[in-house]
């Protein structure tokens, strides 16, 4: 699922209450991009922009390059599901690392392709991540499965309790379109990246969606 696909959503969330600005992060990783004539093990996205909306127990955090319009830079949107569970689980431990995994798996579309159909967020993942990377690729439309791998979190906001968002990943992404064969190199685009995130939820403007 790419990241257009749940923009709409997101726009209404925004309205109700939004943070956004300075913090401390990165992503950076592979990248195989042959329809724009990448292949690089030493992406690093430069993030600068950090965004977080909070309703009804999800929370949604946008990190990216510079505070334009999504379909104009690159980035990525994590919705963790179920925020209070999380901030139980921080209670007792100081990490909670969990697995983001995808129906059917990235490993059984790559082995057998669109037959088994796209792979989307599991049900039971504590979170979903949407990559988009449309500074990087402007000319050609990227439509990457959901990310899969692990998702660690150090802290988590919760209303009046704590404001402070850390966190880390390491997942990938495949735009499922170009599936030739599970041949490395012929089931499409990937990505393969990691990131490191921490800043703080301060109630404010809602961040800008639109040029």
């Known amino acids: 699922m790419s990241a257009k696909t749940i923009l709409l959503p997101l726009l209404w969330l925004g309205l109700l209450s939004c943070s956004t600005g300075a913090g401390d992060g990165r992503i950076w990783g592979k990248l195989f991009l042959p329809q724009c004539s990448i292949d690089s093990d030493e992406f690093d996205m430069k993030i600068d922009f950090f965004a977080?909306?909070?309703?009804?127990?999800?929370?949604?955090?946008?990190?990216?390059?510079?505070?334009?319009?999504?379909?104009?830079?690159?980035?990525?949107?994590?919705?963790?599901?179920?925020?209070?569970?999380?901030?139980?689980?921080?209670?007792?431990?100081?990490?909670?690392?969990?697995?983001?995994?995808?129906?059917p798996t990235l490993q059984e579309f790559i082995d057998q392709g669109p037959e088994v159909g796209v792979p989307r967020t599991s049900r039971t993942s504590p979170a979903a991540v949407t990559l988009?990377?449309?500074?990087?690729?402007?000319?050609?439309?990227?439509?990457?499965?959901?990310?899969?791998?692990?998702?660690?979190?150090?802290?988590?906001?919760?209303?009046d309790e704590q404001k402070r968002i850390k966190g880390s990943f390491d997942l990938t992404f495949v735009?499922?379109?170009?599936?030739?064969?599970?041949?490395?190199?012929?089931?499409?685009?990937?990505?393969?990246?990691?990131?490191?995130?921490?800043?703080?939820?301060?109630?404010?403007?809602?961040?800008q969606t639109f040029p």
């Open 52 to 103: 977080a909306s909070d309703f009804n127990q999800t929370l949604t955090i946008r990190l990216q390059r510079s505070g334009k319009d999504q379909t104009f830079t690159d980035g990525v949107l994590l919705v963790l599901r179920n925020v209070h569970d999380i901030a139980e689980a921080l209670e007792t431990n100081d990490e909670f690392i969990s697995e983001i995994t995808l129906e």
């Open 132 to 159: 988009y990377l449309n500074d990087t690729c402007p000319d050609n439309t990227l439509a990457f499965t959901d990310g899969t791998g692990t998702l660690t979190l150090e802290s988590i906001y919760l209303p």
């Open 175 to 207: 735009d499922p379109r170009y599936w030739e064969s599970s041949h490395p190199g012929s089931y499409g685009p990937t990505a393969e990246l990691k990131g490191e995130f921490d800043f703080n939820y301060t109630r404010g403007s809602p961040a």
